[in-house]
C-alpha cells in the first residue's frame, strides 16, 4: 500500500502559508521512501533555502491535489515558486 510520497515543502519567511515547493508547470520537488535532507532541500533551493525554512513531509495524493495555487517567486525568476492550498492563498 502505498502511503504517499515526501515533497520538499516551504514557507516564505514563516508567513503562515508552507506549501509544496514546484516548478511554474507544477512539478513538485518529492522523493520516495525517505524524507529530504537537508542538504538535498539545500540543493534544491540554492541560497534562498534558509528564508523558505524548508521541510521534507510525508503526503498522500489527495493531500497534494489540494494545493491550487500557485504563488510564484521572483528569486527564482518566477520559474518556481510554492504551490498552496485554496483557503491559504493571501
Not at 30 to 51: P, R, V, Y
Not at 54 to 64: A, K, Q, T, W
Amino acid at each position: 500500500m502505498n502511503m504517499g510520497r515526501y515533497f520538499l515543502t516551504v514557507e516564505w519567511c514563516n508567513d503562515g502559508h508552507r506549501g509544496i515547493f514546484c516548478s511554474a508547470k507544477g512539478n513538485p520537488f518529492s522523493k520516495e521512501g525517505n524524507c529530504h535532507t537537508e542538504a538535498e532541500q539545500a540543493e534544491i533551493l540554492g541560497h534562498f533555502w534558509m528564508i523558505l525554512a524548508p521541510c521534507s513531509e510525508l503526503m498522500s495524493e489527495e493531500e497534494v491535489t489540494q494545493h491550487t495555487r500557485f504563488r510564484p517567486l521572483g528569486e527564482y525568476s518566477y520559474r518556481y515558486g510554492i504551490a498552496v492550498k485554496e483557503e491559504e492563498q493571501t
